[in-house]
């Protein structure tokens, strides 16, 4: 069995990077600073059904991810979560709140609905978190 992007993340998401353990994807919501960790491990549905070797590096990968997002203009809390009650594939949500956003201060999921990245914006995100 090989790795395959769930069709549900890859329709919500923009490629970012191959880190060496997971798919670094950036969720297409203008509103939020957040990118999605995905291992690429075949069949991942719990953090559990990774090797101790691969949620070590899951850990590191969210550290990492988690510092991108925090140094991004006015992001003041990151929010983590592996909740996968609708993409039952295995990943990690590391997104930014900012005073003010639209879903303050509860959750974002379910909120509302998403407002797509203009290309230029989303691209140049993209190449931030890259040289990153």
Known sequence: MTFALHPGLAADTAFIADWPLCR??????ARYPWLIL?????GAV?????????????????????????????????NIGALGNVVPQLHVHVLGRRIGDPAGPG??????????????????????????
């Open 107 to 132: 959750p974002v999921w379910g909120h509302s609905p998403a407002r797509p990245y203009e290309a230029s914006a989303r691209d140049g995100l993209i190449a931030l978190v890259r040289s990153l």
């Open 38 to 42: 995905v291992p690429r491990r075949a």
């Open 46 to 78: 719990e953090i559990m059904d990774l090797a101790a070797s691969d949620r070590s590096m899951l850990m590191e990968e969210i550290t990492r991810a988690s510092g991108v997002v925090r140094g991004l203009p006015d992001v003041i809390k990151l």
């Open 24 to 29: 670094v994807l950036l969720m297409n919501d």
